[in-house]
């Protein structure tokens, strides 16, 4: 069985930092795009941060481009998402997702991935 399990959120005072793990079982993130996407109260989920499977090319939505970096280490088959400069509105609950066939670009991700992990909360206080 597939599992995804993601750690590492908690609350933050803004400007502050935090990194998210997500350790994959069943499934080897070197063969498969990631991501993470994340759900605010009374919001559709989004996509924050991808990477792909074929050349690691990442994407970043235009709400954390240049704060957030997302990155894996095949040797411990973990996702990260480092979070920096976070803000109030970044508050959510933060999933992590893996797909052996999205194509992930610099400007493209999807939601359709087949495989999440139960979500880990952020919070952000101003």
Same mark, same amino acid.
């Given at each position: 069985?597939? &599992?995804? &399990? ?6 933050? &005072? ?8 997500? !350790? ?14 994340? &759900?605010?109260?009374?919001? !559709?989920?989004?996509?924050i941060a991808c990477i792909s499977r074929i050349d690691g090319a990442t994407y970043y939505s235009d709400s954390v481009r240049g704060r957030f970096t997302i990155s894996s280490d ?14 109030? !509105? ?37």
């Amino acid at each position: 069985d597939v &599992q995804l &399990q993601a750690s590492g959120g908690g609350s933050v &005072q803004a400007g502050g930092s935090l990194t998210l793990s997500c !350790e994959a079982s069943g499934l080897s993130f070197e063969n498969y795009a990631s991501g993470w996407f994340r &759900q605010a109260p009374g919001k !559709e989920r989004e996509i924050i941060a991808c990477i792909s499977r074929i050349d690691g090319a990442t994407y970043y939505s235009d709400s954390v481009r240049g704060r957030f970096t997302i990155s894996s280490d095949n040797a411990k088959n973990t996702l990260y998402l480092q979070m920096n400069s976070l803000k109030p !509105e970044d508050t959510a609950v933060y999933y992590c997702a893996a797909d052996p066939r999205v194509v992930v670009t610099t400007t493209r991700c999807a939601y359709g991935m087949d495989y999440w992990g139960k979500g880990t909360q952020v919070t952000v206080s101003s």
